[in-house]
């Protein structure tokens, strides 16, 4: 047996892999160095620690606005600190988020962390977004916002195969795996002529495929999936254990859906507050930069209506 | 549980970490098992199928060489082959056959009733199937003997790499090497390393990131797309499956190497053949060599007059078509092979078995049969023969540099390219390993190479191995 292994290591490329492996995590440095110039989102993903340490100060009120990029373009923190002049306020919106990406961030970026402490935890969403059932990224969990840790119950982070595990581990390990889709967009941007046009289109189509398989669904009679808020009211008790209410906000979309009756419970429960915002007095097509997305004037509409809600609900609180 | 997946390499790295540790019954018994949990991780109700095949099979082997009356024997090979082709015909082609038989009575003017079955084709069972029937054949032939037992015949056939999407290992190949202890040599962990670098490359890399390109071109009305549109989408279909198949050969290659076993090559560069036949001993070697013993061969080959021959062939390649699936689009490409096999051979072996006279000469050949090739892979990639008539159609648009042209054929020449350079090299060294007789920093800079394409472009949705679907 002994000779078998030995055999196996002599018969190892040994300078070629060891050579290998140096050049992987010679280029995993660079790029952890360089991430931030990689990306505004990336540089804000570096910032949130940094934000949150900031805003959060045990000694004063504070509210931590958490979502994604309808959030960031929906909100600007300076309406809400007019508006909400005693608090200390922190606006996090990485790009593509939700609700296993901020579990994991508030677990260990608020709950976790002694020094930091919020009053309130405001969260952005659409559609199912806080619903069990969403989307995950492992790649982007494992890379930005959890920790190998997280790994002792995976499903409790979204993870539901291995290829998701897999996933996980090596974004985790391997920051060039990580990175790939920024690297991926960017060498292409620039080498493939026409590159952002067809892949626009394609994502377009796919979105339709997509949307159109969804209605065909639905045309059949088929009924929508059970939206579920298991893990949602899991971060809400762990914040509240910690003295942090959390409101969730629907924010406008073009086309219009429904909060989930299930989400609306947990309301019932006073386990968190919901500020609907689907629909806000001023806003129409011409605030939207494309389907989802708010441009600046839409911000301001948006960024008072919510500072007004939000002065009220705080105020009902206390 | 594909080769490019997580789950794929961590099963494997604990196969591994056993393997080397158990004796060579161990090893046996572990691969066995490992066989069966491979394949059952894509439906374990078709584990009976795979077990009944082997049982089957390994008893005719069994008995074979303790009978001698010859209607005795004629009667195990024939039950042999009739249980795998049952097999076969019943999950692959019988919906076909059921389809073809009502159009044929609708169009009779009949209301035919004929029943359908909505079952799922186990995946590899063209491969085993054509595998364990080679293990009988061989034996009634008095070319191989049979397996000592069960379990080291049932070894065979499960072997894991090539278990689903080939190659096609003949038993004089592969059961010796199970039935003997098996070391691992020097240089067999570099040999193994190289075959998955190069395989995870050309199916990760190429293939994977070449699907959307084909996919869009063959998806697209014929009469909107532009000759060099179509052109493009032909291309990149060409290099998706050749790395999509290749890739996964290549892979089991390697992942056999590191378990001291040698799998035969089943692509030798096949984009650079200069006739038909050339291209036939280096595309799907082990599928090909199967046809030419089990088939053209008892058909009689090339020994009874040119007519004679001429049909042979086109049988051999019509039926290799069929193997493919039961679709009119591959017994078309099927006889479109078929078709250039006798053309070419009307025309003289001599001029292309035979060095050419000038490197000139050689390219052109080369280009022309590769673009022969791709002329058949429009009836393998359409949906239907009217599909591949309207692509064909396509070709005489106009060779104009629409802006999708420009975007396709970047994406094409990124990926494809430097597979193609470091071919043209191995191919013109003659030499399957090429970088393993270079000096150790160039496999340092080609793996290094390998790995930065497979992390940072990988596909945006993970592909299949299209030969699962045979």
Redesign the interface.
Known sequence: ?TS??G??L????T???F??LA??AL?DIGLRLAEPRLSGNLAHVAEIPKIIAAAGEPQRHSLLLLGNSLTNNGVASPVLSQALPDMSIAKVTPDGTGLWDWQCLLDHQVVERREVQFDTVVIGFAWHLLSDQTRNDPSRLGALYCRMSDLANPRAIGLES??D???F??ANL?R??AL?DT??NR?FQR?????V??TQA?NAARAGIAEHSQEAHRAEGAKEPEYTYRTLAGVVDRLKSKGTRVIVVAMPVQSSYQIDPQLLELETSRTLSVIDLRKVAGLDRSHYLDEMHLNAAGQQILSKALAADLHLELASAT | MIFN???F??FFALVLALY??LPHRGQNYLLLVAGYIFYGFWDWRYLGLLAFSTIVDFYVGHYLVRVDEERKRKLLITTSVIVNLTFLGFFKYFGFFVNEMAELLTSLGFQPHLPVLHIVLPVGISFYTFQSMAYTIDIYRGRAQPARNLPEFATYVAYFPPLVAGPIERASNLLPQIQNER????????EG?YHIMIGLAKKVFIADNLA?IAN?VFDMPAGDLTATEMLIGVYAFAFQIYGDFSGYSSIAQGVSKWLGINLSYNFRMPYFSRSPSEFWQRWHISLSQWLRDYLYIPLGGNRRGPTRTHINLMLTMLLGGLWHGANWTFIAWGAWHGLLLIAYRVMGTDTFEKPASSRTIAVLQALAMFHLVCFGWIFFRAESIHQAFELIGALGHGFVLT??A??AG??LL?FAGPLFVYEWFAYRRNQMLLALSQP??Q??AL??YV??MV????PLTQQVFIYFQF
């Open positions: 047996m078998r292994l055999a196996l002599r018969a190892t490329e300078r070629v892999v050579a290998l050049a992987i280029v291995s290829g595990i897999g996933e581990v090596a391997l060039t795996y790939r690297l991926r060498f080498a493939v002529p026409n590159y046009q067809f394609s | 997946s997580f789950i390499w961590g080397w540790r070391r691992l040599k020097q240089g067999d962990f570099a390393l959307p869009r802006d999708f420009i975007y970047s994406l990124f150790a920093w496999r340092v793996y290094g790995i930065a992390v940072v472009f990988p």
